[in-house]
C-alpha cells in the first residue's frame, strides 16, 4: 500500500482500494493452514516442490527488486559517492540528517506535499463517491456501461499524455487561451501559473482517476439491500430522504476506510506529475518531498543527503501507514492487514 | 425500457433533463479532447493556422504528420522501443505472476506462509529512489532495455489479486486431475487458466498498459537518448516542444535550431502514445464490469 510512488515501474496502480483483500487471505492462510497438520518436511516437500517452484521466479524478483534495494539505503549514513562505493565510503553517523533539519527547501518539499494532500482530501476524494451514486442512477445497463467505460478510460492514459492534453487545453498557446483570445481578452496560461497550480493538479487528478474511483464505491452501492429501499419509499420517503438515510450509510464503511488509507499516504502525492511540471510551473508550488529526493540526488550529486531524505519519508511513511491502520481496525474495519 | 422497480416514483422531467446534461458533460470531458487531439494531427497545415491552435471543425484532412513520422527516425525507433519492451514486459511479469499465484493458491503448502508474507510486506514500503537506482546500476543494468522491465516487472498488487482468483476455483475441479496424476503445471495449464480468462485479460491489461505508460524508469536509467521509449519523447517534442532532431522535420538543420515540430505533428504524437490504449482497452473492458476487480478488492 504504501509503494513508493517514485518506483514507477509497471505498478498496476489500482489506488488505495488494494489492500482490502490481503488480510483475508492471510486470515484464510491460518486457518486452513491446520487442514495439512504435520506432515513431515521430506514429505511436504515431495507433494509441493512443483508449487514452490512456480512461485520462485516472483519471489526472485520481488527479493532483488524490492528487498536487496533496502541495503542501499546505508548510503543515508556515509559521505558516498558513486566513484568510491559503499563499501569505501567514508561513515559520517547523523550528520545527512542533520543538515536535512535545518533544510529549508526540505521542509518546503514536505509543505507542499501535506498541503497538496490536504488540497485532494477535500476537493478530489468526494468526486467519485459523487459521480458513483449518479452513475448508480443510471437505470438502463447499456447506457451505464457505456458511460462507465467512458470515465474508466484516462486511468490508463500516463501522466505525460495527462499532462499534455491540458496544456493543449489550459496552456499559454492552448484551446482556453485561443478561445479568450477570439473574443478579444488576453489569454492565460494556467500550467506555468504557480497560484492556480493547487487546483491545476487536482483537476489532473479528477480527470485521469476520479471514473477509475468510482469502482470500489459503486461495488458498495451494490451490495446495499434493495429492500431497505422499497421499505423507505412504502413508507413516504422521498429519493433525497433515501439517498441520505440508506445510500450514504451503505457507504459510510468503504468511505471511512478509504479516507484512513489516503491520510496514511499522505507523504505520497504521486511523482510523475509532479516531476512533469516542476520545471514550468517553479519549485515554490510544484516541489514535493519526491522530486526533491530525486533532484538532490541525481542532478546535484549529493547521493546521500537525497538517500537520507528518501529513507525520512519512508520511515514517516511507514508510520502512517501503520497509525492508519489501527484507527481503521478502531473502527472496525479490515485496513490493509490483520489486527494479530 | 427503463427497469425502475415498481415502487420508485418516476424522475422528474427536470431532474432527468439535468441529470442527462451532468452526464453528457461528464463523458464530454473525457472524448472532446482525444476528438480534438486526433483531428487536429489529421488536418493541414493550412486549417491547423487558420484555426490558430487546435482544430475543433474538420476542415482539409491529411495524413502528412504521421507518413512524416513514421518515414523512420526519433518517433519511428522510440514506438518501435516502447511496443517491444512492452510485448516483452507483459509476457514476462504475466507469466511470472500466474505461476506464483498459483504456487501461492494452495494455503498449506510448504514455506506457503512465509512466502506469501513476503510478498505481502512489499505493500507496506518500497526500498525508495536511490537505493533502486544504485541496486540498477550495481547489476549493469543502466542503459540497458531490462532497466525498463525488471524493476517492476511483479505488483504485489497484481499477483495477489490474481491469487484471490485462482483460490475462489473449489477444489473438486481440480481434485479429480490431481488424483489422476496431472502435474500442477498441467492442471494450471488446461483447467485453472481457461478458467481464468477475464482475470488474466485484466492483469494483463494492467501490466501493459503500466509498461507502455512507463515514463519515469527511462528517464532515470536511459542515458542514451537513442533508447527512449515514446513517453519520453513525447514529453521532449511535445511538452517541452522542442525541436525534432535530422530527419523529423525535414529540414537537416542542427537539432536545436530546427523550429519545434509543427502542431499536427505534435499531435501525431500524442494520438500514438493513445491509440494502443484506445484500441486494447474495449476488449478488456467488459471483464471489468464481469466483476472480476471488485472480487478482487474484496478478497
Redesign the interface.
Not at chain 2, 1 to 5: E, K, V
Not at chain 2, 107 to 112: A, D, E, K, Q
Given at each position: 500500500?504504501?509503494?513508493?510512488h517514485?518506483?514507477?515501474?509497471?505498478?498496476?496502480?489500482?489506488t488505495s482500494?488494494?489492500?482490502?483483500?490481503?488480510?483475508?487471505?492471510?486470515a484464510?492462510?491460518?486457518?486452513?493452514?491446520?487442514?495439512?497438520g504435520r506432515r513431515p518436511?521430506g514429505a511436504?516437500?515431495r507433494?509441493?516442490?512443483?508449487?514452490?517452484?512456480?512461485?520462485?521466479?516472483?519471489?526472485g524478483?520481488?527479493?532483488?527488486?524490492?528487498?536487496?534495494?533496502?541495503?542501499?539505503?546505508v548510503?543515508a549514513f556515509q559521505d558516498y559517492s558513486?566513484y568510491v562505493g559503499?563499501a569505501d565510503s567514508p561513515w559520517v553517523g547523523l550528520d545527512n540528517f542533520h543538515w536535512l533539519l535545518f533544510d529549508e527547501s526540505f521542509w518546503d518539499a514536505t509543505l507542499n506535499t501535506l498541503t497538496i494532500t490536504a488540497f485532494q482530501l477535500v476537493f478530489y476524494f468526494p468526486v467519485p463517491i459523487l459521480?458513483a451514486i449518479?452513475l448508480d442512477?443510471?437505470?438502463?445497463?447499456r447506457l451505464r456501461?457505456f458511460?462507465?467505460?467512458?470515465?474508466?478510460?484516462?486511468h490508463?492514459?500516463?501522466?505525460?499524455?495527462v499532462?499534455?492534453?491540458f496544456?493543449?487545453?489550459f496552456g499559454g498557446?492552448?484551446?482556453l487561451s485561443?478561445t479568450l483570445?477570439?473574443h478579444g481578452y488576453q489569454g492565460v496560461d494556467l500550467m506555468t501559473n504557480p497560484d492556480t497550480f493547487l487546483m491545476l493538479v487536482t483537476a489532473e487528478t479528477i480527470?485521469k482517476d476520479a471514473?477509475w474511483g468510482t469502482?470500489?464505491f459503486l461495488?458498495a452501492l451494490a451490495a446495499i439491500n434493495?429492500n431497505l429501499?422499497?421499505a423507505a419509499?412504502?413508507d413516504g420517503a422521498s429519493?433525497w430522504r433515501r439517498l441520505w438515510h440508506i445510500t450514504l450509510p451503505g457507504l459510510r464503511p468503504v468511505v471511512i476506510l478509504l479516507l484512513i488509507l489516503r491520510l496514511g499516504e499522505a507523504l505520497n502525492v504521486g511523482?510523475?506529475q509532479f516531476?512533469?511540471q516542476r520545471d514550468a510551473v517553479g519549485r515554490d508550488a510544484a516541489e514535493v518531498l519526491?522530486t526533491f529526493?530525486?533532484w538532490r540526488?541525481?542532478l546535484t550529486g549529493e547521493?546521500s543527503y537525497?538517500?537520507a531524505a528518501?529513507?525520512v519519508?519512508?520511515l514517516v511513511?511507514?508510520i502512517l501507514?501503520l497509525i492508519a491502520n489501527k484507527v481503521a481496525h478502531r473502527f472496525g474495519e479490515q485496513g490493509?492487514?490483520k489486527r494479530s | 425500457?427503463?427497469?425502475?422497480?415498481p415502487?420508485?416514483?418516476r424522475p422528474s422531467r427536470a431532474g432527468a433533463f439535468l441529470?442527462g446534461l451532468?452526464?453528457t458533460l461528464?463523458?464530454a470531458?473525457?472524448?472532446f479532447?482525444?476528438y480534438?487531439?486526433v483531428l487536429t494531427s489529421l488536418s493541414t497545415q493550412e486549417t491547423v493556422s487558420q484555426a490558430?491552435?487546435?482544430v475543433?471543425v474538420p476542415g482539409e484532412l491529411s495524413f502528412a504528420a504521421y507518413e512524416e513520422l513514421f518515414a523512420g527516425g526519433v518517433v519511428t525507433r522510440s514506438v518501435l522501443v516502447s511496443l517491444g519492451v512492452t510485448v516483452v514486459?507483459t509476457a514476462i511479469?504475466l507469466?511470472?505472476?500466474v505461476?506464483?499465484a498459483?504456487?501461492?493458491s494452495?494455503?498449506?503448502?510448504?514455506?506457503?506462509?512465509p512466502?506469501?508474507f513476503?510478498?505481502?510486506l512489499?505493500?507496506?514500503?518500497?526500498?525508495?529512489?536511490?537505493?533502486?537506482?544504485?541496486?540498477v546500476?550495481s547489476l549493469g543494468l543502466i542503459d540497458t532495455y531490462w532497466s525498463l522491465i525488471?524493476?517492476?516487472?511483479?505488483?504485489?498488487?497484481?499477483?495477489?489479486?490474481m491469487?484471490?482468483f485462482f483460490?475462489n476455483i473449489p477444489d473438486e475441479v481440480t481434485d479429480s486431475a490431481r488424483i489422476d496424476g496431472a502435474?500442477?503445471?498441467r492442471i494450471?495449464r488446461r483447467i485453472v487458466l481457461p478458467m481464468s480468462k477475464g482475470v488474466t485479460a485484466v492483469?494483463g491489461?494492467?501490466?501493459a498498459?503500466?509498461?507502455?505508460?512507463?515514463?519515469?524508469?527511462a528517464v532515470?536509467y536511459l542515458n542514451d537518448n537513442a533508447k527512449w521509449p515514446l513517453?519520453?519523447v513525447?514529453?521532449q517534442y511535445?511538452?517541452q516542444g522542442q525541436s525534432l532532431i535530422v530527419g523529423q522535420t525535414g529540414s537537416s538543420t542542427i537539432a536545436g535550431q530546427a523550429p519545434p515540430p509543427s502542431l499536427a505533428i505534435q499531435?501525431a504524437i500524442?494520438v500514438i502514445?493513445?491509440l494502443p490504449?484506445?484500441f486494447v482497452?474495449?476488449f478488456v473492458?467488459r471483464h471489468?464490469?464481469k466483476g472480476v476487480?471488485?472480487g478482487?478488492?474484496?478478497?
Open positions: 500500500m504504501l509503494r513508493d517514485v518506483k514507477t515501474g509497471p505498478a498496476g496502480d489500482l482500494p488494494a489492500g482490502t483483500g490481503i488480510s483475508q487471505d492471510v484464510n492462510g491460518a486457518r486452513r493452514t491446520s487442514r495439512s518436511f511436504r516437500l507433494r509441493d516442490w512443483q508449487l514452490l517452484l512456480m512461485a520462485l521466479p516472483a519471489i524478483l520481488l527479493v532483488v527488486f524490492h528487498y536487496v534495494p533496502l541495503l542501499g539505503n548510503i558513486p559503499i459521480l449518479l442512477s443510471v437505470v438502463r445497463p456501461l458511460i462507465q467505460g467512458i470515465v474508466y478510460m484516462p490508463f492514459f500516463s501522466w505525460v499524455l499532462v499534455t492534453l496544456q493543449q487545453m498557446a492552448g484551446l485561443q483570445r477570439d480527470w471514473g469502482i470500489i461495488a434493495q429501499y422499497e419509499a412504502v429519493r511523482f510523475e516531476f512533469l519526491d529526493v530525486y540526488t541525481l547521493w537525497g538517500a528518501g529513507l519519508k519512508g511513511g511507514l501507514i490493509i492487514y | 425500457m427503463t427497469t425502475l422497480p415502487w420508485a416514483e441529470k451532468v452526464l461528464i463523458v470531458s473525457v472524448l479532447p482525444i480534438m487531439v490558430g491552435g487546435l475543433t514486459g511479469s507469466g511470472v505472476t505461476l506464483a498459483y504456487g501461492l494452495r494455503p498449506g503448502s510448504l514455506l506457503h506462509r512466502l506469501l513476503l510478498v505481502l512489499t505493500f507496506l514500503f518500497g526500498p525508495g529512489l536511490i537505493p533502486n537506482y544504485l541496486l546500476s525488471l524493476p517492476g516487472a511483479v505488483t504485489a498488487f497484481n499477483l495477489v489479486v491469487r484471490a483460490m502435474s500442477e503445471f494450471l492483469i491489461l494492467f501490466y498498459v503500466g509498461y507502455w505508460n512507463s515514463f519515469f524508469n532515470l513517453q519520453v513525447l514529453r511535445v511538452l499531435m500524442v502514445a493513445l490504449v484506445l482497452y474495449p473492458q471489468f464490469t476487480i471488485i478482487a478488492i474484496k478478497g
